[in-house]
């Protein structure tokens, strides 16, 4: 798939439905482990500030841009004919696949993080919304560090439904730093990084509204409601997004 750097992140020019084929075609073929990555400014930034974290990214084998910046940022180095209309959302993203893949035989889904009640509410809502989605399992791991076998349970719960699809919402940049940590022994799949697509699907966080989100603005939003823990996140990367693509449009 055709990738462009923004701002030293390799980004996928693709839409929904040329993420979602591939993402199908690999695990249909399901003969290794893929990690897939929704990113929007705040991974940028941090995949370019934080050595550990550009580690992590690295060992991702897709990933799609879920912010509108960076959608600006591919298309200012795309033809016309090629400029992207849309990102391609995470939770956007998680329902076009569960909708593609209802009533396909061959695709198992698979939901890891998020608290039993939240992960209540997702079987819930995905039973009702696309009934003939294979929701093959899922697992809550406990709050905080986690035991030294941890692992091992999750290996063996994921195992044992044998899913190709594994929706991975532990926040970021827990999650990240875990698939790529593990991503050689976990059991063949697409895993996904898809942060905060859980608590909006169970309905527990409202999204911005669709002008806001069409406009680059949906950060604002989320920071509006949650000051205190996405300070930082927005804020913080945001600028450092701003900063670090100022610097390499100035050096070309």
């Not at 959608?71 to 329902?95: A, C, F």
């Not at 919304?129 to 809550?140: H, I």
Request: hydrophobic share 40%; aromatic share 12%; with cysteine.
């Amino acid at each position: 798939m055709l990738t462009r750097s923004v701002i030293g992140l390799p980004l996928a020019c693709t839409d929904y439905a040329g993420a979602i084929e591939w993402i199908l075609s690999q695990a249909f073929a399901s003969t290794r482990t893929v990690a897939v990555e929704a990113a929007n400014t705040h991974v940028a930034a941090m995949a370019r500030h934080d050595p550990e974290f550009r580690k992590s990214i690295g060992r991702f084998d897709l990933i799609v841009p879920d912010g509108m910046p960076l959608v600006w940022s591919l298309n200012l180095q795309l033809p016309p004919h090629e400029k992207l209309k849309d990102r391609v959302y995470g939770p956007t993203l998680m329902r076009e696949t569960l909708r593609a893949t209802d009533g396909q035989p061959g695709f198992r889904h698979f939901l890891l993080g998020g608290a039993p009640e939240t992960l209540e509410k997702l079987e819930e809502n995905f039973a009702r919304d696309f009934p003939r989605a294979v929701l093959a399992g899922s697992y809550s791991p406990p709050f905080g560090e986690w035991p030294d076998d941890e692992f091992d349970r999750i290996h063996a719960a994921i195992e044992h439904s044998g899913a190709n699809l594994i929706w991975v919402g532990l926040g970021c940049p827990k999650q990240e730093h875990w698939i790529a940590r593990h991503k050689d022994r976990l059991p063949s799949g697409v895993y996904f990084g898809i942060g905060a697509a859980f608590a909006f699907h169970a309905g527990e966080v409202s999204q911005a509204p669709p002008f806001l989100q069409k406009n680059g603005l949906e950060w604002l939003y989320r920071l509006a409601a949650e000051p205190r823990r996405l300070f930082k996140r927005y804020v913080v990367h945001n600028s450092l997004f701003l900063f670090y693509s100022l610097l390499d449009h100035a050096k070309k």
